[in-house]
T-cell receptor, first 111, second 114 residues
Framework: DGGITQSPKYLFRKEGQNVTLSCEQNLNHDAMYWYRQDPGQGLRLIYYSQIVNDFQKGDIAEGYSVSREKKESFPLTVTSAQKNPTAFYLC??????????FGPGTRLTVL | GESVGLHLPTLSVQEGDNSIINCAYS??????FIWYKQESGKGPQFIIDIRSNMDKRQGQRVTVLLNKTVKHLSLQIAATQPGDSAVYFCAENDSMDSSYKLIFGSGTRLLVRP
């Protein structure tokens, strides 16, 4: 069953904690992306990666970190430096500049 | 379900009517456009795309129209059904931009009245 999976579906973070969101794809896509979505807004790009072991900052990268050690995996860490991390996080992947396909999302809440 | 947008523009249509959702894009260099559908609490789902060498493309019950002169994109849904209720986003991309980045609109909520 091909597609993009994200885990967990819901995540709760205490103040000062780092948390890591998982994103896996078996579509053999070269590019992967992380977006943040807040109510009433569209998607904002956090980080993206076009090839393994390389990634670039998006529009709102502060307080986040990523790694791309494997083609199929692109985990996102929300660090304690991110002051307002409560949001819906979406991972996507694509063949180059072709259509981006999205995972089901992770809802992160700060307690 | 959880809301993905509390203050979005909303289009309300009667079941069975046609829906037209509009989007103005910003970058005149954009040459690839995508419409996504997002249901509450879920990730965006690809609906249809169009490249700038076309001005119309049809799918199953959906049609996308592109007017490059005024930088306008529309999504037409024929015979709208309750399952079409969702937030719809347009996205644009400049394929010559090596970053692969998509620029998303803020979305339109479609409500289908029974």
């Amino acid at each position: 069953d091909g597609g993009i999976t994200q885990s967990p579906k819901y995540l709760f973070r205490k103040e000062g904690q780092n948390v890591t969101l998982s994103c896996e794809q078996n579509l053999n896509h070269d590019a992967m992306y992380w977006y943040r979505q807040d109510p009433g807004q569209g998607l904002r790009l956090i980080y993206y990666s076009q090839i393994v072991n390389d990634f670039q900052k998006g529009d709102i990268a502060e307080g986040y970190s990523v790694s791309r050690e494997k083609k199929e995996s692109f985990p996102l860490t929300v660090t304690s430096a991110q002051k307002n991390p409560t949001a819906f996080y979406l991972c996507a992947s694509s063949w180059g500049t072709d259509t981006q396909y999205f995972g089901p999302g992770t809802r992160l809440t700060v307690l | 379900g959880e809301s993905v947008g509390l203050h979005l523009p909303t289009l309300s249509v009667q079941e069975g009517d046609n829906s037209i959702i509009n989007c103005a894009y910003s970058n005149s260099a954009s040459d690839y456009f995508i419409w996504y559908k997002q249901e509450s609490g879920k990730g965006p789902q690809f609906i249809i795309d169009i490249r700038s060498n076309m001005d119309k493309r049809q799918g199953q019950r959906v049609t996308v129209l592109l007017n490059k002169t005024v930088k306008h994109l529309s999504l037409q849904i024929a015979a709208t059904q309750p399952g079409d209720s969702a937030v719809y986003f347009c996205a644009e991309n400049d394929s010559m931009d090596s970053s692969y980045k998509l620029i998303f609109g803020s979305g339109t909520r479609l409500l289908v009245r029974p």
